[in-house]
């Protein structure tokens, strides 16, 4: 896994599927098994090291991985930026090829299907996310 460009988790767990020290500098995470409350598919320690992207904030940290992270992002010690504000041009994509960027994919499918798309496009070389 610490070689991986994409990591995408897809499951029903209900705790994390991997440690944060195995994500590389690079690497794109989603989630998109926790969509129900107490679902946990990443590590809380990967977000504070990543930049965190959504669906929807609010229901991300109702039943998305965020919700482990919650307090921290009301307290704005954490930062999470709606998937929609970065395909309008609202707020930035990934800014450089070391970040880690992490996807909590909660439940808009058709946002689902373009961030796979520009993730292919932007690995491929034939257009870059942000």
């Not at 440690?19 to 990967?46: I, N, R, Y």
């Not at 798309?117 to 690995?123: F, H, N, Q, R």
Request: aromatic share 6%; hydrophobic share 40%.
């Amino acid at each position: 896994m610490r070689q991986a460009d994409i990591v995408v988790a897809a499951t029903p767990s209900r705790e994390p599927l991997f440690q944060a020290d195995w994500v590389s500098d690079g690497t794109h995470v989603t989630s998109m098994g926790s969509d129900a409350p107490g679902k946990h598919e990443l590590p809380t320690e990967l977000f504070s090291k990543a930049s965190l992207f959504c669906d929807l904030p609010s229901q991300s940290v109702q039943i998305g991985d965020f919700q482990h992270v919650r307090h921290e992002i009301e307290a704005g010690r954490l930062a999470v930026t709606a998937i929609g504000d970065v395909i309008e041009g609202r707020a930035p994509g990934r800014r450089s090829e070391e970040q880690i960027t992490v996807f909590d994919s909660s439940g808009i499918s058709l946002q689902d299907l373009y961030m796979a798309d520009a993730l292919i496009k932007a690995k491929s070389g034939r257009g870059a996310i942000g």
